[in-house]
């Protein structure tokens, strides 16, 4: 079975030396970034159709002899060729049998997928032949961002202030060309400048889809119950991944029980916002005063808890993770209105 992962699918994006290549996952941009790599890397000429067919799975579902005949076709100049396929609804692994069997010797095969089940058939097909390969996409982790920062910095010339840097992290992720596009963003704006700061990450990617998901986990621990279902209707109708908006909402727990510490000790509720660390923006400042008030710290590392078994279940089960996510949200936003009423009768 051939199905890479982690650093094994950078090397493989380097030096790709298997003729067919399922580019899958729940990240659609990172599933498209490594699909159009593969393509540029096995012909001399993307825009020449004689060297690249782009197909469509739900047609060769009917038609599966089609993709053989692509595949074995020899460029009317000459050179390299590639099968670019768009998977859709419909099974089309039947049409690769033929091609698993007697693979071309001067074509790729690159398949592009949405987030496939272990038992799907592409994947059981890929993962299974000798000269096949299934490259899952999932979206960044904070490692994979923070590199995708720095080399983006560097490609326009640019050095990145470690406030900005953490700063723009935790706003990114999900979608990696989305994630692309807003680093990129973000140098355009410092252009003429040698360093980006804070200011200027607040200035570009601070926008309403961002401040969407901020929102949403401020509603939650602040127990604004109404407002946190329409957030979250927001959030995912911006195309925000549910695993996202946890992870948002993890981070912003283990700020809030840090600062939540700090007051312990004996800080005021402002200065202890005022510390969060990758800073707070100011029109957060009143929900998250207002949580560090409702909340105790242990009821904080509890709620770290629940949200952090959330992720591990809605990773788990990823066609029932928008629910499990609304689920665990309006369970500690109900918490914390109760806890607020308490406090405040």
């Given at each position: 079975?051939?199905?890479?992962?982690?650093?094994d699918?950078?090397?493989?994006?380097?030096?790709?030396?298997?003729?067919?290549?399922?580019?899958?996952?729940?990240d659609?941009?990172?599933?498209?970034?490594?699909?159009?790599?593969l393509?540029?890397?096995?012909?001399?000429?993307?825009?020449d159709?004689?060297?690249l067919?782009r197909?469509?799975?739900d047609?060769?579902?009917?038609?599966?002899?089609r993709?053989?005949?692509?595949?074995n076709?020899?460029?009317?100049?000459?050179g390299?060729r590639a099968?670019?396929?768009?998977?859709?609804?419909?099974?089309?692994?039947?049409?690769l049998d033929?091609?698993?069997?007697?693979?071309?010797s001067?074509?790729?095969?690159?398949?592009e997928?949405?987030?496939?089940r272990?038992?799907?058939?592409?994947?059981?097909?890929?993962?299974?032949?000798?000269n096949a390969?299934?490259?899952?996409?999932?979206?960044?982790?904070?490692k994979?961002l923070l590199?995708?920062?720095?080399?983006?910095m560097?490609?326009?010339?640019?050095?990145?202030?470690?406030?900005?840097?953490?700063a723009?992290?935790?706003?990114?992720?999900?979608?990696?060309?989305?994630?692309?596009?807003?680093?990129?963003?973000?140098a355009?704006?410092?252009?003429?400048?040698?360093r980006v700061?804070?200011?200027?990450?607040?200035a570009?990617?601070?926008?309403?889809?961002t401040?969407?998901v901020?929102?949403l986990?401020?509603?939650?621990?602040?127990?604004?119950?109404?407002?946190?279902?329409?957030?979250?209707?927001?959030?995912?109708t911006?195309?925000?991944a549910?695993?996202?908006?946890?992870?948002?909402?993890?981070?912003?727990?283990a700020?809030?029980h840090?600062a939540?510490?700090?007051?312990?000790?004996?800080?005021s509720?402002?200065?202890?916002?005022?510390g969060?660390?990758?800073?707070?923006?100011?029109?957060?400042?009143?929900?998250?005063?207002?949580?560090?008030?409702?909340?105790?710290?242990?009821?904080?590392?509890?709620?770290m808890?629940?949200l952090a078994?959330?992720?591990?279940?809605?990773?788990?089960?990823?066609?029932m993770?928008?629910l499990?996510?609304?689920?665990?949200?309006?369970?500690?936003?109900?918490?914390?209105?109760?806890?607020?009423?308490?406090?405040s009768?």
């Open positions: 079975m051939v199905a890479l992962k982690g650093s699918i950078e090397r493989f994006l380097a030096r790709p030396n298997r003729p067919i290549v399922l580019v899958f996952g729940p659609a941009g990172l599933v498209r970034e490594r699909a159009e790599a393509v540029r890397m096995s012909v001399d000429d993307p825009k159709p004689f060297q067919a197909l469509d799975g047609e060769l579902a009917g038609e599966p002899t993709l053989v005949e692509e595949a076709t020899i460029p009317l100049f000459g390299r099968v670019w396929v768009k998977a859709g609804a419909r099974n089309f692994a039947p049409a033929a091609l698993i069997a007697d693979p071309p001067d074509c790729r095969i690159v398949i997928a949405g987030d496939l272990r038992n799907a058939p592409l994947r059981v097909v890929c993962e299974r032949a000798k390969v299934a490259l899952p996409c999932y979206p960044d982790a904070e994979d590199r995708l920062i720095d080399d983006e560097r490609d326009a010339g640019l050095a990145i202030s470690p406030e900005a840097r953490a723009l992290v935790p706003l990114l992720g999900g979608d990696r060309l989305a994630s692309r596009h807003e680093i990129r963003k973000v355009l704006f410092a252009r003429g400048k040698t700061d804070v200011e200027d990450v607040v570009v990617v601070a926008d309403a889809s401040l969407a901020d929102g986990v401020d509603a939650a621990f602040a127990g604004r119950t109404g407002e946190l279902e329409i957030q979250f209707g927001k959030a995912r911006a195309g925000t549910p695993g996202t908006i946890l992870g948002a909402a993890l981070r912003h727990v700020q809030l840090r939540r510490l700090s007051i312990d000790e004996g800080t509720v402002g200065e202890a916002a005022a969060i660390q990758p800073f707070v923006h100011f029109s957060r400042k009143p929900a998250v005063e207002s949580a560090l008030r409702i909340w105790t710290s242990a009821r904080l590392q509890r709620a808890a629940q078994e959330a992720a591990l279940e809605a990773r788990q089960q990823s066609a993770a928008e499990i996510a609304q689920r665990v949200l309006l369970t500690l936003a109900v918490d914390a209105r109760r806890k607020e009423s308490g406090r009768s």
